[in-house]
């Protein structure tokens, strides 16, 4: 396979994941699916993995360029991440609360 078809082969493969994650409702690979400022310097983000799952971090600087991630967590599911976000947003990061709030009140699959 030459250049030319290997390029055409992957923008097929692009397209085709693309409409399979629209029929799983989930979002594409590093897609922020949620991101606020918030109190100083820090930026909260809900990051897409493209297979489902998610991440949620606190970073300070200029993201997503140069940055310093202060915090984060992993998600089985977007939904979770989101549902995290949800219940901690008005809270000062207070990363020991955070994190309970992690163990206590998501799901078991993100332990």
């Given at each position: ?6 390029l055409?082969r992957?923008h097929?493969?692009?397209?085709e ?12 690979v590093?897609?922020?699916?949620w991101h606020s400022?918030t109190?100083?310097?820090d930026?909260w983000i809900?990051?897409?993995d493209g297979?489902g799952k998610?991440?949620?971090s606190?970073?300070?600087g200029?993201?997503p360029?140069d ?9 089985s599911?977007?939904?979770?991440a989101?549902l995290?976000v ?6 000062e990061?207070?990363?020991d609360?955070l ?5 206590e009140?998501?799901s078991e699959e993100?332990?």
């Amino acid at each position: 396979m030459n250049r030319d078809e290997a390029l055409e082969r992957l923008h097929v493969i692009d397209e085709e994941a693309k409409k399979l994650r629209e029929s799983l409702k989930i979002s594409g690979v590093g897609e922020n699916i949620w991101h606020s400022d918030t109190m100083d310097d820090d930026e909260w983000i809900v990051e897409a993995d493209g297979y489902g799952k998610a991440t949620f971090s606190i970073v300070e600087g200029n993201y997503p360029n140069d940055y310093l991630t202060k915090f984060h967590l992993e998600f089985s599911s977007e939904g979770n991440a989101l549902l995290f976000v949800d219940m901690v947003y008005d809270q000062e990061p207070d990363y020991d609360e955070l994190r309970r709030v992690y163990k206590e009140d998501i799901s078991e699959e993100d332990r």
